[in-house]
């Protein structure tokens, strides 16, 4: 059974950073390149960031020197490291592989408010 089960969201100040975790399961986890995505009510589901099996990796330009992606593969562990927080940064956020083939998980919530 395919499963994506995200964590680490919260409620944070401005500046603040979190770190979301990424527990994949079902999938052959080091073949598939890895991408974080974000929605607010609303809105469409948007790619913040993505991480080849190679490790080459990509950010939205909204992120860019402030979201970092990792993987490890021997845990089908994915990553992302959230520094300096904006309000605009608030969403809930979801992991995928990039072939968007996959079952969604339940995202984990990000709220950034002073």
């Known amino acids: 059974q395919v499963q994506f089960v995200e964590s680490g969201g919260g409620l944070v100040q401005p500046g603040e950073s979190l770190r979301l975790s990424c527990a994949a399961s079902?999938?052959?986890?080091?073949?598939?390149?890895m991408n974080w995505y974000r929605q607010s009510p609303g809105k469409q589901r948007d790619l913040v960031a993505s991480l080849t099996y190679e490790y080459n990796a990509i950010y939205a330009d909204s992120v860019k020197g402030r979201f970092t992606i990792s993987r490890d593969n021997a845990k089908s562990m994915v990553y992302l490291q959230m520094n300096d927080l904006k309000p605009e940064d608030t969403a809930r956020y979801y992991c995928?592989?990039?072939?968007?083939?996959?079952?969604w998980g339940q995202g984990t919530q990000v709220t950034v408010s002073s």
């Open positions: 995928n592989p990039a072939t968007g083939s996959f079952p």
């Open positions: 079902g999938i052959n986890f080091r073949l598939y390149t």
